[in-house]
């Protein structure tokens, strides 16, 4: 069992920025690949940005040049940058331990809310 705590979410407006932090617990001495997944209000939860346990990094193509993630092994911990945020990236954010081959959420956090004002 792995549990993932998320922080830094929060109320910013167009053009700020914001740091979402993810720690993962459970598994004492274990890398995970972890990821971030997003879901606006009437729409379905869709992939951000993932890095494996090796620093290799996959993004959405939205987030591109926009949104960095980045990890500390030794705190088992990701985070995600988001600069030039848009309106449209309102959303609660979700950190998960991701599939590394399906991109896809193993296990999730409870997410941390993300709002973008215009």
């Known amino acids: 069992q792995v549990q993932l705590v998320e922080s830094g979410g929060g109320l910013v407006q167009a053009g700020g920025s914001l740091r979402l932090s993810c720690v993962a617990s459970?598994?004492?001495?274990?890398?995970?690949?972890m990821g971030w997944f997003r879901q606006a209000p009437g729409k379905e939860r869709e992939f951000v940005a993932a890095i494996s346990w090796s620093g290799s990094t996959r993004y959405a193509d939205f987030v591109k040049g926009r949104f960095t993630i980045s990890r500390d092994n030794g705190k088992n911990a990701a985070y995600l940058q988001m600069n030039n945020l848009k309106p449209e990236d309102t959303a609660v954010y979700y950190c998960a331990v991701v599939v590394w081959s399906t991109q896809t959420g193993d296990y999730w956090g409870r997410g941390t809310q993300v709002t973008v004002s215009s």
């Open positions: 459970g598994r004492p001495g274990s890398l995970y690949n």
